[in-house]
């Protein structure tokens, strides 16, 4: 049998057309929902994303702000940007680009964010509310797996789960949402020892390394629901996941792919969160005023 491929540019779709709906609701109450992008230097892929990020909110009737420094912006100029953008209260949502360049220290840079701008959710204070149960911004990338494994009814409470990878940005996010919705979660690192021994256990497997094809078919409890977070661009242009497809698909009983499986979901659930900014931002001027 082979697995069910789930399907995460068709689910990103739905998700941005309601988000559309909300911000046609918001814009005619007087306020647009507004993200801000933030884009230091040249680097090609990095141009690409935040391209498709600006369209992303032209579609849902996002508006977008783009600002494109030099690479030799001196961090204390992105700083003053930054604060400019945070005391802006016609901008919901600020993101800055990842990875930035050497002379930038990113951690000072996510958290000049105003931590209810961070639509990210990579502020230190968004991370705390996430682990304590009380989550502002979810992070995009581990916010759109938990959308997908909704979408297609895997059940979570007392389900294995397994995160490969524990990065502050996709593994441990990622690990406390699936915590959160009832699973036992293990984490594993680049020092485990067995790997093999941990995935095989999970019905429900996520992947976020950073490395094409790590994970083989052998890895992967028959039956089991895998979602691969890996985009890796492969000499020959083409991009692969951290999930080896041919071998897993066999094993799996639902997989997604690589394009077309995490990365539009990633991008949806950004235009949610600046929905959500908007939204609350809205709220609470609304109480101010009365
Ligand atoms: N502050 C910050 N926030 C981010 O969310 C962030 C970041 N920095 N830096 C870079 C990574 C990368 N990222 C992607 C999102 C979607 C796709 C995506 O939609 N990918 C398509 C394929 C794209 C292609 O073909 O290259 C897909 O998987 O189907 C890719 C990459 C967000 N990132």
Redesign the pocket.
Known sequence: MTARIIN??ELAKSVRQEVAVRAAALTAQGTQPCLAVILVGENP??Q??VR??VKACEESGLRSILEHHPATLGEADLLARIDALNTDPDVHGI?????LPKHIDSHKVIEAIAAEKDV?G?HISNAGLLMTGQPLFR???PYGVMKMLENQGVALRGAEAVVVGASN?VGKPQAMLLLQAGATVTICNSKTVDLAAHTRRADVLVVAVGRANMITGDMIKPGAVVIDVG?N?LDNGK?AGDVDFASAVEVAGAIT????????M??AM?LVNTMEAAERSAGSAGLAAR
């Open positions: 995460g540019t892929a990095s690409v994303y498709n990020k993101l800055v680009q990842l990875p990210d990579f992070p995009c990338t940005i985009m661009r991009l792919p690589v394009p077309g499986g995490v990365g539009p990633t991008i950004l």
